[in-house]
């Protein structure tokens, strides 16, 4: 048995996850898949091929879609975002994060492509849950664990973000999620069609990401998987995902494979071609990967790492899981999708429990720690040691 199937297998084994598949892959076209378990608790087994809902991981997708439009010149990275979301023209800042939503300044400067692609543009989420900010962003947006079927279309979205003030002026700090919502709105209108399509034409297609879109994918509903809160059961394989939402999640909303998202990461590692093809510029790759806000001492969102355009940069290694370089995010329902630009790989964990603290990230930590001792090892240098044998 190897040590990526022992890492799939523990989780199963104890009864904490139904299944899972996780992926370990090489520019130089090494490839290792461990599977467990199965797609629900009692259900079919879990295969390679299965479909989970990615959740966060969506977001550097997102943020490769608005590259390639602005590789296309139908994007600028400092464009206002006003041209094709005049909602957003003249939104109010709070004086202070956490203040009531009434006492509020002046915006100083519009919002710009390159604010949303940063998590710069003042909407989102901020360290006290506790906030009016946050109480607005959850019951008036529902910005929380995905729920495609209940987020309205977005205009009637958009509509109701407008009551909102930003958290900041733009530019001046970091705010987590929204951001990479309001995208979503931005490339549909951008381009005038839909944003499955967009992703589709841009980057599905060109990257042969088959299983990978905001519902379950043709032909894939015997491979769905069943989504769960610790042995709970929240989406089943003909719930909220079996059918099209009316507002597409830029930031959270996308199902896909392991192989679809390796795919994904190849093309980034391999500076926007893929098999051949262009899909992204590699100055376009090069801003997505490389820091563009510096996180603040303690942010509970990035963890003392950078951001890039849709994912985090580790620029410290805090944790045995952290590699300088490393680049992509974490999914709330249970997945993670990195590149790890200095040693060629790509490492994919799907799981189907929604992360509720410590115990729950700490299965996906065990494995991006045996990434990280992978990629030492092709470097030649000391392996860290995954937090599970500390």
Known sequence: MTRLQEFVDGPVADGRLAG????????????????????????APMTRDSVFRIASITKPITAAATMALVDRGVLELDAEVRRWLPELADPPVLRRPDGPLDDTEPIERPITVRDLLGFGGGHGFIADFGAPVMAALFGELLQGPPAPAQVPPPAEWLRRLARIPLVHQPGRGWTYNTGADILGVLLSRATEQPLDRVFAELLFEPLGMTDTDFTTPRGGAARMTSLYRGSTLVDGPDGQWSHPPAFPSGAGGLVSTAADWCAFGLMLLNGGRYRGRSVLTEESVRLMTSPQHVAEPGNMFLQDQAWGFGGSVDIVTPEPWNVVGRYGWIGGTGTAGYIYPGAGTVAVWLGQRELQGPDDSDLIGDFLGDVADRVAARHGSQPTRPRSSE
């Open 20 to 43: 899972a598949v996780a992926l370990i892959a090489t520019t130089d076209g090494d490839r290792e898949v461990a599977v467990a378990g199965r797609q629900a608790f009692g259900g």
